[in-house]
């Protein structure tokens, strides 16, 4: 038999070996999921990396009272018989290479059903280590309980994973409602946004014209100030020329009558003249 490490731990006062290449991995003491009719060694299960991980105790195995949990406690994780199994130990106390020299076989006195997990016994500085068969740990009727646990266990995974998927694919299925919805108010309130700003633009358009027309009024009442305007002028004018006219005609009248005198007056005159020259002649 080559040399090669073992995995040394305790339950209670003895010592106990497994080849350090049939363990997975050593974990500290964790909360444990208690199982209902489980079998009489199991403690419970553990879910450890994704693996539902049956937690097995070795004192209740080998008939050692029952031991609360503390920082010393491990638990080996081990492959036995095809079961991926956490066995409970006490405390771990060292990783350590035994010689072939001293391993001791086991008295052919000792072997029977109960003793399938001694594979040898070790004498390691005067101390008496007894190593494992990790496949002659549980018996096949535990072999039996366990796997039927795990066949349920696994069934009853699948069913939560089941609905957890079903209540994710229905939180899906919300969401993207709810986004379609988010969509639809959002396209609604875009609509309203264009809706708005379409009034607001005809209202500024309104509000142009009506600058527009208010400018176009002033305009025309410019215009038909300018106009009232001119034909007041035109009044003036046309009054003026007008008073010039009737000046003109009453300056005409005044020389007419003037003239008119002035006829008179020469024929008064001349008259009088021809009165004098009649007197004259009759004074001769």
């Given amino acids: 038999m080559q040399n090669k490490k073992q995995v ?3 339950i209670g006062q003895e010592e106990y070996g497994l080849g350090i290449m049939d363990v997975n991995t050593i974990e500290k003491y964790e909360l444990i ?5 489980a079998p009489a060694n199991l403690n419970g299960i553990i879910h450890l990396r994704g693996d539902i991980i049956p937690v097995y105790s070795l004192r209740r195995k080998f008939g050692f009272d029952n031991k609360e949990a503390d920082e010393n406690t491990r638990l080996i994780i081990v492959t036995s018989n095809d079961i991926l199994m956490a066995y409970e130990v006490d405390s771990m106390q060292e990783i350590t290479e035994i010689e072939e020299a001293q391993i001791i076989e086991v008295p052919t006195i000792v072997k029977c059903k109960e003793t399938l997990y ?25 072999q039996k309980d366990i796997k039927e646990l795990l066949e349920e266990l696994s069934k009853e995974q699948e069913q939560v994973q089941e609905q957890e998927q079903e209540q994710e694919q229905v939180q899906e299925q919300e969401q993207v409602q709810e986004q379609e919805q988010v969509q639809e108010q959002e396209q609604v309130q875009e609509q309203v946004q264009e809706q708005e700003q379409v009034q607001v633009q005809e209202q500024e358009q309104i509000q142009e014209q009506e600058q527009v027309q208010e400018q176009v009024q002033e305009q025309v009442q410019e215009q038909v ?4 305007q001119v034909q007041e002028q035109e009044q003036v004018q046309e009054q003026v020329q007008e008073q010039v006219q009737e000046q003109e005609q009453i300056q005409e009248k005044e020389q007419e009558k003037e003239q008119v005198q002035v006829q008179e007056h020469k024929q008064v005159q001349k008259q009088d003249k021809s009165k004098n020259k009649s007197k004259t002649k009759n004074k001769k």
């Fill in 8 to 10: 040394i731990f305790k």
């Fill in 33 to 37: 999921d208690v199982q209902p009719n």
């Fill in 118 to 142: 001694i594979k040898n016994v070790a004498s390691l500085d005067g101390r008496i280590i007894i190593l494992f068969d990790k496949n002659g740990i549980l018996s096949v009727e535990e």
């Fill in 225 to 228: 100030q300018e106009q009232v």
